[in-house]
């Protein structure tokens, strides 16, 4: 599998801020920064193998070396979100 972006960086590096369309992106709301959570990766890491079928996997890689700290990532969040959504369910309930 090629890691090889497809991206004409030059045109991007020349770009201002002016030229970027940004109509489709609503305005974060005061909500949202209530809501919003710093997160830090933590120091301690354990190493595992996953099996990660082949497109997710491209997508993390095309994103650039840093694919296993996204990943990582990713799955800390997921994980967040389900203690958060499990916590809601059994107050409900």
Same mark, same amino acid.
């Given at each position: ?7 004409? $960086?030059? =045109? ?15 305005? !974060? ?6 809501? @919003?959570? !710093? =997160?830090?990766?933590?120091? %301690?890491?354990? +190493? *595992? &193998?996953?099996? *990660?079928?082949? /497109? +997710? !996997?491209? $997508?993390?890689? %095309?994103?650039? /070396? /840093? ?5 990582? &990532?990713? !799955?800390?969040?997921? @994980? /967040?979100?389900?203690? +958060?959504?499990? +916590?809601? *369910? =059994?107050?409900? &309930?």
């Amino acid at each position: 599998m090629s890691n090889i972006s497809r991206t004409d $960086w030059s =045109r991007i590096d020349a770009m201002g801020d002016d030229n970027i369309d940004t109509s489709d992106i609503p305005p !974060l709301t005061d909500k949202f920064f209530s809501n @919003a959570k !710093l =997160r830090i990766p933590s120091s %301690s890491v354990a +190493t *595992v &193998a996953v099996n *990660v079928d082949s /497109e +997710t !996997l491209a $997508w993390f890689q %095309s994103k650039g /070396e /840093e694919a296993a700290p996204h990943m990582a &990532a990713a !799955l800390k969040i997921y @994980a /967040e979100a389900q203690k +958060t959504s499990a +916590t809601i *369910v =059994r107050q409900s &309930a």
